[in-house]
């Protein structure tokens, strides 16, 4: 079954660029999606289709996906950004749908 | 506003069974794909199945397949998931969520709370 790659944790200075990873064989061919989860809360979506922002979600968030990795940036860390990323993507072979590990962001 | 409230989870014995509930609102349910997400204590997020609106494509994770049956009710707007043969590794909160869809495809847009699952004797 296809696996998503995300390093455990990240930490950072406030005011900092963070940038956290997910790998998968060929990512790029995939459509990749990001979820923020903060401490004892449910997860938001912050990212979708590789790099489109929802509404309501800071400028400070940007993706991009290609070759093995897709990555999510976010500029000017603030102490309210810590929390859990996620990325998701489906997968057609298996026709299940596969999260990464999570990175830990520590501001 | 789209609003996903589980409910049904508690503490049950290894072997033993759980109906899990999501009742919606917000949004026009018969049209939307409807999942369900565990995540463990201290872990991260797990798929376990997934629903689409009319209930003829159903997808579950390798996992609980033969012990989980994920179904829906449209008229009154909720999405269900019978849990059965409960082992520990089950334990976890399970969070309803509703698919969104567009060019690029499907996506979790929205997320309820979660209902706490334990299993232990």
């Known amino acids: 079954s296809y696996v998503l790659n995300q390093p455990p944790s990240v930490s950072l200075a406030p005011g900092e660029t963070a940038r956290m990873t997910c790998g998968g064989d060929?990512?790029?061919?995939?459509?990749v999606h990001w979820y923020q989860q903060g401490p004892g809360q449910a997860p938001v979506l912050v990212v979708y289709d590789d790099r489109v922002r929802p509404s309501g979600i800071s400028e400070r968030f940007s993706a991009s996906n290609s070759g093995n990795t897709a990555t999510l940036t976010i500029s000017r860390v603030e102490a309210g950004d810590e929390a859990d990323y996620y990325c998701?993507?489906?997968?057609?072979?298996?026709?299940?749908?596969?999260f990464g590990g999570g990175t830990k962001l520590t501001v | 506003d789209v609003q996903l409230v589980e409910s049904g989870g508690g503490l049950v014995k290894p072997g033993g069974s759980l109906r899990l509930s999501c009742a919606t609102s917000g949004f026009i349910f018969n049209n939307y794909i409807m999942n369900w997400v565990r995540q463990a204590p201290g872990k991260g997020l797990e798929w376990v199945s997934s629903?689409?609106?009319?209930?003829?494509?159903?997808y579950y994770a390798d996992s609980v397949r033969g012990r989980f049956s994920i179904s829906r009710d449209n008229a009154r707007r909720s999405l269900y998931l019978d849990i059965s043969s409960l082992r520990a590794e089950d334990t976890a909160v399970y969070y309803c969520?509703?698919?969104?869809?567009?060019?690029?495809?499907?996506?979790?847009?929205?997320w309820g709370q979660g209902t706490q699952v334990t299993v232990s004797s």
């Open positions: 998701l993507v489906w997968d057609n072979i298996s026709a299940h749908w596969v």
């Open positions: 629903i689409n609106g009319n209930s003829r494509h159903i």
């Open positions: 060929n990512i790029r061919s995939k459509t």
């Open positions: 969520a509703k698919d969104n869809y567009d060019q690029g495809g499907y996506y979790f847009e929205s």
